[in-house]
């Protein structure tokens, strides 16, 4: 595997670590099975494309994405709380409702924006740093949303949203609207995975109304690959684990399509690491439930 193959797996991989920020926020944080964010993530992409194509300046169009993810979280937290659909219902709702919209943004199924200004072209032109512009702009700007995250969660406020997805009863009798806990979570997640699909947009080179498909299995995996390899001992701990689990699930992928799988395997490949990541914590406690796997002698603690 040459170092352009792993570098380019890496960039990929810390942009969708951003967007695995955003499904850990409602998929752990709240504990709500949120679909939307398969719209919500092309739709950051096609808000991006659009501004960029029409000339508008890349990195504010990377804001307006963001804004345009919370605002589709917020319809599908009103059509949870306020009309009581359920979370998967009002998900896919939000979901299918996405998919004419980006298309309306768009104008057309897809945008090239090949010889366009882009964040990407703006970073590279930082002295020194040319060959690894993309690199550090993506490493730089998951370690300020990490830090803003985990921050966010130690205060009141996140204490609050966390206490929300843990025990809705508890928090709700002390007076806390969780209603609106909801609805803030659920914006602030799709704001994060439609600020992940302007990035990668820009990266690609174009945004398409398909790029978004399959993009909450790919979440799921990657929470779950980074929970079970680092583990959630505390907050940081398990933004940490969740960041590298998105790394480790674009490697993973890397891997396999260099191993000479067809592209048009991936949903399958993807689906398959799903079911191991599920599988084996269920599996590892047996083991040691059983006495067969002993942290002592080398298995994980």
Request: charge should be positive.
């Amino acid at each position: 595997m040459s170092w352009q193959v792993v570098s380019g797996t890496l960039e990929l991989g810390l942009m969708y670590a951003i967007m695995v920020v955003g499904v850990y926020l409602t998929f752990r944080v709240l504990n709500y099975a949120d679909l939307s964010v398969d719209g919500s993530f092309t739709l950051g992409a096609a808000i991006a494309a659009t501004l960029i194509f029409r000339g508008y300046n890349p990195w504010l169009s990377v804001i307006i994405a963001f804004f345009g993810g919370c605002l589709a979280g917020i319809f599908t937290g009103v059509l949870h709380t306020k009309f009581n659909i359920t979370p998967l219902l009002s998900g896919i709702l939000t979901m299918t409702a996405l998919y004419s919209v980006n298309l309306r943004v768009m104008g057309q199924p897809n945008i090239s924006l090949l010889g366009t200004r882009t964040i990407i072209t703006d970073f590279a032109k930082i002295p020194y740093v040319e060959n690894y512009s993309t690199l550090i702009l993506c490493l730089v700007t998951l370690i300020i949303i990490g830090l803003i995250i985990y921050r966010f969660l130690l205060t009141e406020f996140g204490l609050a949203l966390r206490a929300t997805g843990d025990n809705e009863l508890m928090i709700k009798s002390q007076g806390v609207n969780t209603d609106l806990m909801k609805i803030i979570g659920l914006a602030l997640s799709n704001g994060l995975v439609a600020f992940a699909g302007s990035y990668v947009a820009q990266y690609q080179q174009f945004a398409d109304a398909s790029m978004g498909i399959g993009i909450i299995i790919a979440g799921l995996a990657s929470v779950i690959i980074g929970e079970v390899l680092i583990g959630t001992s505390s907050v940081g701990r398990t933004i940490v684990a969740v960041v590298c689990g998105g790394v480790i699930y674009r490697i993973i992928i890397a891997i396999v399509l260099q191993l000479g799988l067809a592209p048009t395997d991936l949903k399958l490949i993807t689906a398959f690491i799903v079911i191991v990541a599920l599988v084996t914590p269920s599996m590892k406690n047996k083991f040691l439930a059983n006495g067969l796997w002993s942290p002592r002698k080398g298995g994980a603690p």
